[in-house]
């Protein structure tokens, strides 16, 4: 019973305004339905009294019933009314007033079945088959009409219907027995048809409540939204006029509300965006596009420029369709991502391009690179130059990191002139740039290039003090002639460069197949050398530094000799450079090192051994301690010690070579500037760099004798020694072959001579023998001194 009240009259376990709405919907929904119902009454009325003067048959009961009908529709127009007036300021309908409803049309169907009743009995058998039908159908549309208020349509059908069966079934039960029966399976199925019906519309009003609260949620929402967070929405109509404009939009756009609604919303992007017209359609071309084809979009992202500031605008957009399906406009969230585009530009900026020179980096090289060479094998072809420049370190060394990053930054200038817009330029890394273009260039256009290319570099630049020409070496490789593959084109290129770089200053070298060869046999050197090392196929010969005023032996320069178990004896000149530049030098140089001292170790204790350093052993962190710990290791007192170094070495990293070498000397390691006068020969590394001897190279030697020497290159020698003498420095000259030079030197006032005319360089085990013999002879009769064995080669 509860069940059934609270599905007569909303539910009263549901929220009270839940209840009460339901409860107002049903009754609104018959109350609507009074007018009609009244008009029906006073027709019915009518014709029933009509019938019952013309039959005299039961006239008072008619008449009553009929009054009391009119009564009864009468107050339903006026409850209708009164819903009507009241419709104005809508308030819930209390439970009673659906009671009463139900009650009066209860009734209403109680007075109808007397009626019925009455008139049966009054009308002839034609008369009683017209009223069945007409009694039928109102009972059917009054069922129907009241069923949204299930008591009031449950109260109507059963009364109807019981009042006239009852009625039919007592007084004609032989002649309309079947009738009553009728009318009793009619009403049964009425009451069913009304619950179901009701049933059907209280579901109906539970589904529009959900909708009505997920719309009032949505609403709720999307006003906290536009209210709270920094994005806002956009909505159109179908011909992209903005119809609403939220204060986020309007702050966005820099612009009131008001004056936004009924803007065309393209219009208004046009308006805001900062290029020109031809520009600007470029940027608004995407999102066009996309409005155009009306398909959904997210995060198209606009420029504008609002209040004087530059900003971006994220929008995302979704077509609207009316309930036909048509077209109605667009809905979307836009949203200022300003912060998150600079960071996004900035980020790509940093993975494309080198920060120090705005070139393109390895990165963005590498790609541009690849996408010559895609997946499908077809080779578009190109043409791969690398720069190199050659005095790079130089500068940079000697004037700074600061120096040497604006020195980049100027090369990149001119290099990206020199390229005047054709092909990409990218600094690889240090001094490396590349040029790629597409194509490839004709050898006279890229030697034209390269002139250009040298004339721009050599043009002096100005830093502080310094005019700086700048030089560089240049390999050229092309696709698909020399490589099919971007790396085999980038390994191509380098062999070129390195090619270059051997030629000497501004050179050019284009990529020869031989050049691959020439490398894969380097790498066999170089794995060989690995395996000799190991093996112990290195062996270090001595040359003895005779003291030229006196013929003494001062000492011997260790010089390490390759016993190849294939190729025999390998001279340096084959295998240091690359034993420098693959780092197998560090090893090696230890070993000599080694070698060196605990030879010495066995010699006369007045003889020293200069050993040779390559600069990439100065440059190592452990120098130090890794010759203080050999010198432990063989005994050998560190005053015997003599390291050679060149000027290269020196220049590296000025301040830790410095201290490094300071370092050794307070050891009582000597130090001596080997090849002295072919490198930069400045005054300001001999007074910086603490040192203690000048070894002149072979070049200046070769030049004294007698027969050559124009004055000149005496005079060059005497101004060395001098100086040297100067900033108390010893000195050796190297290369010493003949007699005269010999002669020279010592007038000169030069310290000790090395050279072939004392004494080739010689294995270990000779060195004793050497001392033995040597310290029996004079100086004057040095040049008759046989070396004891011919260990020497050709330089
Ligand atoms: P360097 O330090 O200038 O050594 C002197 C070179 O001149 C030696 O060549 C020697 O054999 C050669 N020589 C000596 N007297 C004469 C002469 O009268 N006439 C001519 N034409 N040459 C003479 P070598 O042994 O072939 O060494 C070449 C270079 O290889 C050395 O030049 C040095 O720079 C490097 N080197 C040799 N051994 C080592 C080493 O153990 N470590 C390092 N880092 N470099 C080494
Ligand atoms: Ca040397
Ligand atoms: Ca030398």
Redesign the pocket.
Known sequence: MRNFLAFCFGDPNAPPEVSDAYRTRQFQEIAKQLPLSALGTYVIVVISILIAFQTHQHIGVIVVCCLLQLVIGTANLLVWRHFRWRAATPQNVARRSCWWLSADLGAGAFLYGVITLCLFDALDANGRAILTGTVASVIGIGAWMFSPLPLAGLLWSFLFCTVVGVGIATVYWQDYGILAGLLVFYGIFLVSGVLLSSRRFVAGLMAETEINRQRQLVSLLLRDFEENASDWLWETDATGVLRHASVHLAQAAGESPGALVGRNFLELLRALTPAPISEQKAVLEPLTALLKEGAPFRAAVVPVWVQGQMRWWSLTGKPQFDSLGDFAGWRGVGSDVTTAHLHHLEMTQLANFDPLTGLANRHQFQQQLASFFPADGTIQPCTLFLLDLDNFKTVNDSLGHIAGDELLREVAGRLRAAANGRGLVARLGGDEFAWLLPGNLPRTSIEESHQKLRQMLSEPWLHQDYSIAMHGSVGVSFSPADASAAADLMRCCDMALYAAKAAGRDALCYFDPVMEAQAKQKLGLLSDMRESLEAGDFR??Y?PQIDLDNGTISGF?????WQHPKRGLV???EF?AL??DSGF?VP??AW??TQ?CHDANAWPLTLRVA????AV?IERADMFETTLATLQRTGLSAGRLEL?L?ESSLMRDADSVQSLLRSLRAKGVRVAL??FGTGYSSLSYLRSFPMDKL?I??SF??ILDEANSNGGATAIVQAIVQLARTLQLETTA????TQAQRETLSQIGCTFG?????A??MASEQVIPFIERWTGERVASMADLSTPTPV????
Request: proline share 8%.
């Open positions: 270090v010969y040359q320069e260790a010089l390490v000799r001279p340096p000149s240091i034993a420098e030098i090696l140089g000599v090192l060196a050993v040779n350093v390559s052993q050679e060149t080997d090849d070894k190279d072979r030697v070769s190297e290369g010493v072959e090395q050279g072939y005319l004392l080739h360089p020497d080669m050709p330089r």
